[in-house]
């Protein structure tokens, strides 16, 4: 049986009925608590305490590069949309003055992993990305073997600059690319070549770069099934290590770009769900393993096989095999999250240059975690990674006794319990196969932030 099968047959075995009231609004979970308790009140002197009480000497940096070429109309992430590449310059100059200032408060840690995400990475030029990370290499100890990863926007770039991101370490590549089809391109002001892609990815092979991932996005305007299946069949036989299938989250009230989608451009939400489920199907059945929500990887991927062994961890970046280690984030908008702290940068550009300036940190908000906090963030993390729960796992790690310390949660999963969907014995609570797209509304039985924000309207619907 090709691996994930069971599960897919399992899937389309979820009444419409029972997706349709579980499919409210929720959280990812990169994070708990989300980052929509950060406060204000969390400053520079309690993160400098937090690195100093970590007991992890592991780090993982994340470098946030704000800029795109040109605005994608279903965008929601924070961006700037600009065609003066010397702004990346004067970036960089703010960026460096980050790095040293940080580089002192870490110099006990070992760099194990490093990510650059945006806005769009690859807005930088050759010349931009070796100062980058030349200076991340002299500021930081770098240990010999590290992950080097980033995104790529496949327009706008020439292919040696994968040549030339080989050559200062980047190991791991991820493209976006959400639909090949023209129309859905046109209607998202994303237009791009899928023969040069091809060319991409057949020249990152030649390169032996670890792993090359694919972004692909369901819901997006004009999508039918038959556009994305061609969008699906094009992406296997572009035969990439990892594919994400995110859910397009229609919220124009909150992000502007989104106008210019007219709602009558969109799939209805029977239709959505349909796609994902044929995506679902179509990529287990073509070998990929599903990886938590939304993201698959072949079965001797490294994340496959630590979901396999229940050593999944996940942070802000999503699934990860890296899990007792500091996760520093650098640049405007960035998130860190060491020791018992979160914390978060300015998002606009003239706050964080200006904060940097004066004070060389650039933190506007955060959080620090108390052991309520940490107990369900452990609890919500072994959920979203590994689909189940060891309760002797959270007691003797936590010190707790989970079945009294959570007895009002475990009273309100019993919905979960009558509609077939979970199971919990005196050691375990275990989510079903047909249950696991319903992961973020079983996370969120844990949440003691959710009534709040659930008020508030704050998050995507979790299908
Ligand atoms: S989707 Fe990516 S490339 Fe497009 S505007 Fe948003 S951040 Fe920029």
Redesign the pocket.
């Known amino acids: 049986m090709v691996n994930g099968m069971a599960d897919i047959h399992n899937l389309h075995t979820l009444s419409a009925e029972l997706l349709n009231k579980y499919n409210v609004n929720g959280p990812r979970y990169t994070s708990y608590p989300t980052a929509l308790e950060f406060n204000q009140a969390f400053n520079n002197e309690e993160f400098e305490v937090a690195v100093g009480n970590s007991t992890s000497k592991n780090l993982s940096l994340y470098i946030h590069i704000p800029f795109?070429h040109?605005?994608?109309y279903?965008?929601g992430?924070n961006?700037i949309?600009t065609r003066h590449r010397h702004k990346a310059d004067e970036y960089l100059d703010y960026l460096e003055k980050e790095i040293s200032a940080r580089a002192k408060l870490f110099a006990k840690h070992q760099v194990q992993q490093v990510h650059l995400g945006?806005?769009?990475p690859s807005y930088l030029s050759k010349l931009q990305f070796s100062r980058l990370v030349n200076k991340l290499k002299s500021a930081f100890a770098f240990k010999n073997e590290i992950e080097m990863s980033i995104e790529i926007?496949p327009r706008e770039i020439e292919i040696d600059l994968l040549d030339h991101l080989k050559s200062l370490g980047f190991n791991r590549l991820s493209f976006?690319v959400q639909d090949v089809n023209l129309e859905v391109q046109e209607a998202i002001n994303?237009v791009q070549d899928t023969d040069f892609l091809a060319q991409l990815l057949a020249r990152a092979k030649e390169l032996s770069f670890d792993s090359v991932n694919l972004d692909l996005i369901y819901g997006l305007p004009h999508q039918t099934e038959t556009l994305f299946n061609n969008t699906l069949n094009k992406v296997i036989e572009l035969n990439p290590d990892r594919i994400s299938l995110f859910s397009y989250a229609h919220l124009p009230s909150r992000f502007a770009a989104q106008r210019k989608i007219k709602d009558h451009w969109l799939p209805s939400s029977n239709d959505k769900l349909k796609l994902m489920l044929n995506a679902i199907e179509f990529l287990t059945n073509q070998g990929y393993v599903a990886i938590g929500m939304d993201h698959f990887a072949k079965p001797n991927d490294e994340l496959a096989i630590a979901q396999k062994q229940g050593e999944l961890h996940r942070n802000f970046q999503g699934y990860t095999t890296q899990g007792e280690c500091d996760l520093l984030g650098l640049g405007v908008s960035s998130i860190s999250s060491v020791g018992n702290s979160f914390s978060q940068n300015y998002k606009q550009l003239r706050e964080y240059y200006f904060a940097i300036d004066v004070y060389e940190d650039a933190i506007e908000k955060g959080l620090l975690l108390d052991r309520d906090d940490k107990i369900r963030g452990a609890v919500i993390k072994q959920l979203m990674c590994n689909f189940k729960l060891d309760k002797q796992h959270i007691n003797t790690s936590l010190n707790i006794d989970f079945d009294a310390y959570f007895a009002e949660e475990l009273a309100k999963l019993s919905p979960f319990i009558e509609d077939g969907l979970i199971d919990i014995t005196n050691t375990e609570i275990v989510i079903k196969p047909q249950a696991k797209l319903l992961i973020r509304n079983i996370a969120m039985t844990f949440d003691a932030y959710m009534a709040k924000q659930l008020n508030q309207q704050r998050f995507s619907r979790v299908i």
Do not use: N
Request: glycine share 20%; with cysteine; hydrophobic share 15%.
């Open positions: 795109c040109s605005l994608c279903y965008c992430c961006k949309v945006g806005g769009t926007d976006g994303r």
